[in-house]
């Protein structure tokens, strides 16, 4: 352990632990935007600046190590200044887009200009305008709003494991994107748009659905068993957007399911009762008109809507049939993985204990 003094007051961390983590611990507030607990560290943003003695220039205090003794001041008129004019540097080619940005509210770029109360900007001049859109199908990237934090280049790399974006060209040029500046093809996580500290990285579906007065409804993710904690975020009763907690226990990653995917919820075209299929019967010609309720084609098929209790009792005769005529094992169960473990076990139970056969799978084997 590493005993240190911050702002006058001694604290002890853990050695290999870095100033920040000191600071943290105090819960002082600094500033940062390229900081994020779960990635490397990075020092690319400039605004965890502090003063330690000894050393004749502020330091970022995200990079560097603690040491036994050290002493470290957090906050001076001096250090307030720099990190304003480093602000003012990353705004000064900003666009001035907050009224229509998805992410105002909720922006750290626009929080920070907020507190230090910047307006006017002593470095105005040449901007970055990026007018190709990438196409693909679930990220807006706005690149004319990234301050090239880095988050997101190390989330792909050290989280997601995928290392499709990275910095391209040089100094004023500078730009995140996938290789050759194509469109992003990648696994669509949506991980780097959760770190994204600005409204550069957005998800396309968010599009003007909403950005406060939002409601928070925490669930799971009803894609797969891993059940990942998600955040809904609803307006006017409908899902705009989810998000998940880095509390949870999926430490808010999420996959391109859990994150995206949730436009079926108010889609007009779900199942909301059973069907049961219509074999017509050869000798007989087929007339969807005489019938009510009406039927239903799905992909060709002849359906129509029953009751659960038509639809329960229908299942339970059918099977009965078939075992009583051609035995068990001619009847096999294949599970979800959408389904709870615990709903994955009655199944198992019901295909192995009620209709007697072990022809039981899972859809994950595939
Ligand atoms: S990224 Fe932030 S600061 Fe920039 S326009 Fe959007 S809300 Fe405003
Ligand atoms: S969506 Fe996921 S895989 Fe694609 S760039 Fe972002 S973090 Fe990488
Ligand atoms: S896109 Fe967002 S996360 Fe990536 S470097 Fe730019 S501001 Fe940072």
Known sequence: MVTLTIDGKKVTVRKLSTVLDAIKKLNISIPTLCHHPDL??????????????GIARPTTACTTPVSEGMEVITTSPTLEKMRRTTLELLLSDHPDDCRVCERAGDCKLQELAYFYGIRENHFLGERRIYKKRDGNPFIERDMEKCILCGKCVRVCDEIEGVGAIDFAYRGFRTKICPPYDKDLDCEFCGQCVAVCPTGALTGKMWKQKGRQNLKEIDTICPYCGC???ITLLIK???????TSKPETINEGWLCVKGRFCYEFINSPERLTKPLIRVVPK?????????TNPPFLSLSKELFREASWDEALNYIADRLKEIKEKYGPDSIAGLS?????????YLFQKFIRAVIGTNNVDHCARY
């Open 40 to 53: 490397t560290p990075f020092g690319g943003c400039r605004l965890c600046i502090v003063d330690i003695k």
């Open 227 to 229: 059940g990942c904690n």
């Open 236 to 242: 006017r009763n409908d899902v705009i957007r989810v």
């Open 282 to 290: 050869e000798s007989s010609a087929f007339s969807v008109q005489q």
């Open 336 to 344: 979800s993985a959408k389904c709870t473990n615990e709903e994955n």
